[in-house]
């Protein structure tokens, strides 16, 4: 079965500082994962996935995440933090080869950044 | 506005009663998707349709649920009688198949609440 652990309820990062989001996953077969990013009174937005290739995923935002496959990880990182980044951060994944198009979703991290 | 919509965005509603909400697509979109949101917890998936099809659907969605996607566009979610449990945030959001990855764009939700 598919699962998603982010272990960090809420992160604290001053603004200029970089930031990291963990991320922990467990699927049977070849994982696709995803960060989703959710802001005040609006919806799930979209920001970068892994599908194969290039280990290190560049998204929206200035945001990248790095695919480990051995510590089954995908962190979400970004160099320099703004205030504006401040949200809440979700990462899931898909079983590409049994799990249909079921996605799990972790139960998220809030990220704050302060000035 | 091109994106996908929800509606309505707000319900109440007494415990028995019956609740209806709906999702418009993005309109290329062939795949469409209902999850559950509480407070404090990402996205639980409820149901999946790759254009009319219902394709899969959570051991977690009672009896009292159901989803139609009649004609491949827009989708309707029906609680039957509703309980105080089913009080959440529910999101739709769809997907492109053709798109590698999938990832899914989501509407901004109907919160309902069951009193």
């Known amino acids: 079965a598919q699962s998603v652990a982010q272990p960090e309820d809420q992160v604290n990062v001053a603004e200029g500082n970089p930031l990291t989001v963990k991320c922990t996953y467990s699927?049977?077969?070849?994982?696709?994962l995803f960060w989703y990013v959710q802001y005040p009174n609006r919806g799930l937005q979209f920001l970068l996935k892994?599908?194969?290739?290039?280990?290190l995923v560049k998204g929206s935002y200035g945001f990248e995440a790095e695919f480990n496959k051995s510590q089954t990880s995908f962190h979400l990182k970004k160099p320099s933090a703004l205030v504006s980044d401040s949200a809440l951060y979700f990462c899931?994944?898909?079983?590409?080869?049994?799990?249909?198009?079921?996605?799990?979703f972790g139960a998220g991290t809030r990220l704050f950044v302060k000035a | 506005d091109t994106g996908v919509s929800q509606d309505p965005r707000h319900k109440i509603t007494k415990r028995g009663q019956n609740v209806t909400f709906r999702c418009d697509p993005i309109?290329?979109?062939?795949?469409l998707y209902w999850y559950r949101q509480t407070l404090g917890q990402g996205p639980e998936f409820l149901t999946y349709?790759?254009?009319?099809?219902?394709?899969?659907k959570s051991r977690l969605l009672s009896d009292r649920f159901s989803a139609e996607r009649p004609k491949g566009s827009f989708s309707t979610l029906e609680i039957q009688r509703t309980e105080q449990g089913d009080s959440a945030m529910y999101l739709c959001?769809?997907?492109?198949?053709?798109?590698?990855?999938?990832?899914?764009?989501f509407g901004p939700g109907t919160r309902l609440t069951v009193l």
């Open positions: 959001a769809s997907s492109l198949a053709r798109l590698a990855g999938g990832e899914q764009f």
């Open positions: 892994y599908i194969t290739g290039d280990n």
């Open positions: 349709f790759q254009n009319e099809a219902q394709l899969e």
């Open positions: 699927v049977s077969g070849n994982p696709y």
């Open positions: 899931a994944v898909r079983d590409e080869d049994t799990g249909g198009f079921k996605t799990i």
């Open positions: 309109s290329e979109h062939n795949r």
